[in-house]
T-cell receptor, first 111, second 113 residues
């Protein structure tokens, strides 16, 4: 069975801190790894990673994939209160043609 | 314009009832999905569907059934609702099976009493 595990489950930091969120995966015929940010409602897409070692960056957020070790990290630098959300990692399996989600990391950024 | 829209946003109903949740996407995507998010925030795939193929997660009870009148719509029908069906249900779409990110609707919070 495909599996995605995220850590930590929750994280509380202060504005300005840098955080690293972890995601490990075991999926059959892995194709891509995706990161989503979920605030109150729908998850919104952040990154899709397909190749190992290539960092994707968007503002203060960046992510990288290690296909050998089967994990990805999401970094957020200079955190702001607006970064408070659940961050979801999902692995795309080519064989199942569906996303398997982790349980998410609840990030709380305090002022 | 909302890319993926679901109705209703909230649904409270009694055990044993039959209900439907509607989903529409205006992105021209070929593939649509239904996910269930439980109280622990796990998002679990229920169905993946395009106009050629339906993939059902084998753990989904057959009380749940997707209905697609056309490529832009994928409705979720639930028969004989149970307390354990209470959750947030998300509809999503992608350009095709698994090639790009999925865009999510705002979710439908279903409460079975």
């Amino acid at each position: 069975e495909d599996k995605v595990v995220q850590s930590p489950l929750s994280l509380v930091v202060h504005e300005g801190d840098t955080v690293t969120l972890n995601c490990s995966y075991e999926v059959t015929n892995f194709r891509s790894l995706l990161w989503y940010k979920q605030e109150k409602k729908a998850p919104t897409f952040l990154f899709m990673l397909t190749s190992s070692g290539i960092e994707k960056k968007s503002g203060r957020l960046s992510s990288i994939l290690d296909k050998k070790e089967l994990f990805s990290i999401l970094n957020i630098t200079a955190t702001q209160t607006g970064d408070s959300a659940v961050y979801l990692c999902a692995a795309l399996s080519g064989s199942a043609r569906q996303l398997t989600f982790g349980s998410g990391t609840q990030l709380t950024v305090l002022p | 314009d909302t890319a993926v829209s679901q109705t209703p946003k909230y649904l409270v109903t009694q055990m044993g009832n039959d209900k439907s949740i509607k989903c529409e996407q205006n992105l021209g995507h070929d593939t649509m999905y239904w996910y269930k998010q439980d109280s622990k925030k796990f998002l679990k795939i229920m169905f993946s569907y395009n106009n050629k193929e339906l993939i059902i997660n084998e753990t989904v009870p057959n009380r749940f059934s997707p209905k697609s009148p056309d490529k832009a719509h994928l409705n979720l029908h639930i028969n004989s609702l149970e307390l354990g069906d209470s959750a947030v249900y998300f509809c999503a779409s992608s350009r095709d099976y698994g090639s790009t990110e999925a865009f999510f609707g705002q979710g439908t919070r279903l409460t079975v009493v």
